[in-house]
């Protein structure tokens, strides 16, 4: 069996040498154990603050600890009535090709509507993240017009498409032709485009002319400031990330359009997905059956092997991925 694990932490921009692939005996499991053969391993922006030695919602990965996160899996040997061999659970134990959890550590999906990556992406954290930060956080309204950063990836392309199921009308920036492509041609936005060659203050007045009612920030830096000075009034920003920012070794440059916040009475919230957890069983009833019919659709961008777990996470800073980023095993 084989995991990664942190081998050292990363100075900016994490590099291949902060991670190290191990071989391991095979886990044993004792009484209430499964163990579980991961067959889809979960890679996410967020896991780069994890790496930090620093205190925040997540406690740190520990220097030649296996590094943790979302995966899906078939139990092999359940020592559990709730489990039994052949079921698909999705659990916290990533980054490895065997898992040893507690029962209660492993929740039962159900892969016959869906694929199993999906609860890893379109019906999961991220799919949740999406749902709770455009319905709980920016409160969009049918009518409204919503704009998202990072629209291609896994949060932003199903923010989209609820927008649009909402009865909204629905921007996105993506890094590149192709993905923008994507989103309005197979995803149904309503303009989208690519911030890499586009100022986005003039996109936004193109696509947005009468301005955006709730921006939905994954990347934050110069999309921030573009999105504040083509808002309404009362508008709305629910802050989910600022990826841009993740691997910066000084604090960035303040927002030179922050002062907008006054005339325009505009509401800046951020959230954590953990805060919505309770709203999960609402979210898959309106959600799933909309992804089991295809209404909403998804991508994923997979890569294979335990050996380029590390690669594709690192992918996620260069924009790699088209939707979410999964390593099949
Ligand atoms: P994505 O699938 O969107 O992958 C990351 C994407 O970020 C890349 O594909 C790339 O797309 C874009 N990106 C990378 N570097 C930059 C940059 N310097 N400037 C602009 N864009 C960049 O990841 P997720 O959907 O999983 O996450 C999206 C955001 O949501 C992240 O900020 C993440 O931290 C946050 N998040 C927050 C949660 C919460 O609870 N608050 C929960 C889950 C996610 P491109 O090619 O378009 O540049």
Redesign the pocket.
Known sequence: SHQIVLASRPKGAPVPENFRLEAVAMPAPGAGEVLIRNRFLSV???MRGRMNDAKSYVPPFQIGQPLEGGAVGEVVTANDPSLKPGDWVLHNAGWREWALLPAAGAQKIDAAIVPPSAYLGVLG??GL?AWAGLNKVGLAQPGETVFV????????SLVGQLAKVKGCTAIG????PD?VAWLTDELGFDGAFD?RTEDPVQALGRLAPKGIDVYFE??G?PQFDAALINMKLHGRVAV?????Q?NATEPPEGSRAIMLVVPKRINIRG????DYWQHLPEFLAEVAPLVATGKIKFRETVYEGIENTPDAFLA??????T???VVKL
């Open positions: 996410d922006p967020y954290m991220p993240t950063s990072g629209a291609a990836g896994a949060v932003g920036s993506a890094g590149g993905k911030y994954n990347v830096g989910c990330g600022m990826i841009a993740y959230f954590i997905v953990v996620l800073f260069k924009g790699a991925n939707g979410k980023m």
